[in-house]
């Protein structure tokens, strides 16, 4: 009997107590090249004994970790857990949850609702088929509020009754707070492969990679360090329904102003490689520590401003700003990740294309901007996750 791997669950759920196991709360939705690899360490007894015939008189397991390698696109649900793992606290604004004070119908231009949204936030309208997305301009009266429908152009897709959802999109912000000797969040992954189901507890996120890839996909590609898997019971499935966010609804804006000329991005956030601290009486790690946090990029674009290259050129430490976002009938989350001191390190023209390309190399800064303990980098987070990660 053979299982697909397509059948297999993996879940998260951040750790209370470092490197003990706990339930999963959110199941990550993986893509082809996630792995794990069991880190042992084995030790050679190769004493001589009488004989030059066999080197290895005996095999013995030493010190043991886990290592993973974990693929996503690029959820705006999912996102949330690996921002706190790499960056910091979520410094988090909950969206306004409510319900429909009236019915609408199909077309409508507004809606009463019993709480006011922001005015400009994106709404989150019905449940199930009729699930829809809406900008919301500026609510008037005092209960209920009658809030203007600013987006799709033609209004609401689906008609709506009283007591039907709505809520408004939480904005968590990402950054570095972490004091010198307190270790970062923990995290217990589980696998259900269809053979076995194993937690590992104390994984620690050392490099998360936001990719856009030629063919327009906005992907994740992360490393962990953690803890032996130990079994555990089945967990039940809970898939995100979140739509993920193609390539095209990304930009860089820069000293050269907001462009969309880009073709390729990594942007990376690390704090690898992970120190795994062993000790004497336990096969185990004793703990797993995080270097600093350190950002980087390397992007393509099509080349038709100077003002990037002059990044470079002149070694201006200007402020970069990346933005994922979705369309408004996809759900509109947005992801933003600043860079308030970039410096550039490397930008060559190349002329071996049809158009004019550009290629581009940065590093983060300290800075008391993306943090107030100083910090490299702060991220925003616009979805309807109504909780701090």
Known sequence: MTYLSRTARLGIAAETSDATWTAPTFTIPFEAGTRYRDQIIQLHDTTIRASDVVEDQDLQ???YSTEWT???????DWAGFLFRAMVGPDQYTPGVVTTFAAGSNPG??????????????VLQLGAGATLEYAQAGTPTGTGPYTVPVTGPAGGLLYAHTAGEPAESQAIHLFQQNRPVGPLPVSYSLTTDDGVETLG???????ALTMRVTADDRVSFATTWNG???????????NESTVQAPSGWGWQITTAGGTSTRGLTLDLTLGRGPLDVVRCAGQQ?????????????????AIFDTAADLNLYRQALQEPAVWTFGQPLGLGGSAIQVTVTRSGWTDGAV??????????????????????????VAQVRLANFWQQPY
């Open 61 to 63: 397991q030493g010190h």
């Open 70 to 76: 974990l693929n996503t696109l690029g959820y705006a």
């Open 108 to 121: 409508a231009v507004s809606v009463s609702l019993a709480a006011a949204p922001p005015a400009g936030s």
């Open 200 to 206: 590992w507890p104390g994984c620690i996120l050392g």
């Open 227 to 237: 803890y032996p898997p130990v079994g555990e019971a089945v967990f039940a499935e």
């Open 284 to 300: 185990a790690p004793l703990v797993i520590v995080p270097g600093p946090l350190k950002t980087t990029a390397t992007y393509r």
């Open 350 to 375: 190349s002329l071996d294309t049809p158009y004019v390309t550009a290629g581009f190399k940065l590093a983060g800064i300290a800075n008391t901007t993306d943090s107030p303990h100083s910090g």
